[in-house]
C-alpha cells in the first residue's frame, strides 16, 4: 500500500473518506472499485492503491474465502524463535556462568561443536536479554568472590 496516498473520498447520500492507513477499509474498497469499474483495468486500480495486479488478486481471493476477517495484516516474520530454543538459551547461560571470561564468539563455537547451530550474533543477543555481559556481570562475580 503506498505510503504517501491520500485519502478516498466518497460522497453520495452520505460522505466517506477512507484512509490508507486502515488495511481493511482501504483493500475493501479497492475490491469495490474493482467490482463497480467496467472500463478500468485491474492493473491501473490496484497501482492507484499501491499494490500489484498479483496481489491484488491475492486480497480478492482471500476477500471471497474469508470475508473482510481476510483482509487484515498479519504479522511477517517468523512466528517462533526457532534457533534460540529455549533449551538452547540454557546452554549460552550455562556456559557464560561456567567460563565468564569466554567471549560471545567460543561460547558460539562450543555451542555449534556441541550440535546446535548457532551464530556469535544469537549468543550476543542471549547474553543481553539474562543481562551477563562482561563489563559488570564480571565485576560483580569478583566482588562476589572478595567477600567471601
Request: glycine share 6%.
Amino acid at each position: 500500500m503506498k505510503k504517501d496516498a491520500l485519502p478516498k473520498l466518497f460522497e453520495g447520500a452520505i460522505s466517506l473518506n477512507v484512509s490508507p492507513q486502515d488495511p481493511v477499509a482501504w483493500k475493501l474498497t479497492m475490491l469495490f472499485e474493482a467490482a463497480n469499474s467496467k472500463d478500468s483495468k485491474i492493473q491501473e486500480i490496484a497501482h492507484n492503491y499501491g499494490y500489484t495486479r498479483e496481489h491484488f488478486y491475492v486480497i480478492k481471493r482471500a476477500y471471497e474465502e474469508q470475508g473482510s476477517k481476510g483482509l487484515e495484516d498479519h504479522p511477517q516474520g517468523p512466528k517462533t524463535n526457532y534457533r534460540r530454543t529455549t533449551e538452547v538459551q540454557k546452554q549460552i547461560i550455562r556456559h557464560r556462568f561456567l567460563d565468564p571470561e569466554a567471549s560471545c564468539d567460543v561460547i558460539a563455537q562450543k555451542m555449534r561443536q556441541s550440535g546446535n547451530n548457532i551464530s556469535q550474533r544469537s549468543v550476543e543477543r542471549t547474553i543481553n536479554e539474562y543481562g551477563l555481559q562482561k563489563k559488570g556481570y564480571i565485576k560483580q562475580l569478583r566482588q562476589n568472590q572478595k567477600l567471601k
